[in-house]
């Protein structure tokens, strides 16, 4: 049966595998993100549809980075001049147009390191951005399941998925299809996706943190705006890159 122990049973080792097989891309990511960060570049992360809480999960949060910048197709809304109702599209993540809006939004500078999660790793906006930043020269990291990217065919009309495009890629170690328990009569229930990458999100972020402490390097860490001296701490260092971190609500 169908219960939250079953799927607390089946996560476990799926998180297991994901630490013990990802390590060595993991330290490769981490030295591709610390080496931006300390040359003053900004960690520029996107996803779309559920795959943007891994970019939740690295951008302006409580033991985060801060030169870090979340990208989001709302941009195009928030940031852009686009009609509200664009969000409305539920293919709007197939575009690959949408990139080349995201990518102007995002003003990035050279230094500037991307990070693409997409559990299929197919769809046109994902794989547009990976392409126009490879050709803007700037390392990319792809966050997508190994699985199911391969058993699916490509919707870009390159024919690239987002794992081909990439410097690192990291498995969210996710099955095909992203859940985990199946159901009598087919389909399973219970993705894994989002909690692989938080993972993911978190050991990118520690691994990091040690390079900038193995250079005798204070890293820029945020405190919780929720305690005593935390908006001031964070302040602080968000004026370091004036003009360059988007906050919203």
Known sequence: MIS?????????PVLDRLVDTQAEAVDRAADVIAGGLRAGGVL????AGHSEAFAAALVARAGGLVPT??????????????????????????????????YALAAPQPEDVFVVASQSGING????LATLVREQGHPLIAVTSVEHT??????????????D???VVLDNGAPYGDALLPL???????????????LLAQLLTAEVV????????????????????????????????AGRLRRTA
């Open 4 to 12: 939250a122990q079953r799927y607390a049973d089946a996560v476990r």
């Open 44 to 47: 520029q992360a996107f996803g």
């Open 69 to 102: 910048n979340r990208l989001s197709l709302h941009d195009l809304v928030l940031h852009g001049d686009a009609p509200r109702d664009v969000l409305a599209d539920p293919k709007l993540e197939r575009d690959p147009a949408v990139a080349h809006q995201l």
């Open 125 to 128: 906006s994902v794989v547009e």
């Open 150 to 163: 391969a058993r699916v065919a490509p919707r870009h009309p390159s024919g690239h998925r987002l794992a």
């Open 165 to 167: 495009l990439a410097d």
């Open 184 to 198: 009598e009569g087919g389909g399973a229930v219970c993705a894994v996706s989002s909690v692989t990458a938080a």
């Open 210 to 241: 040690r390079r900038f402490h193995q250079a005798g390097e204070v890293p820029p860490i945020y405190l919780s705006a929720n305690v005593p001296g935390g908006d001031e701490h964070n302040l602080a260092l968000e004026s370091r890159y």
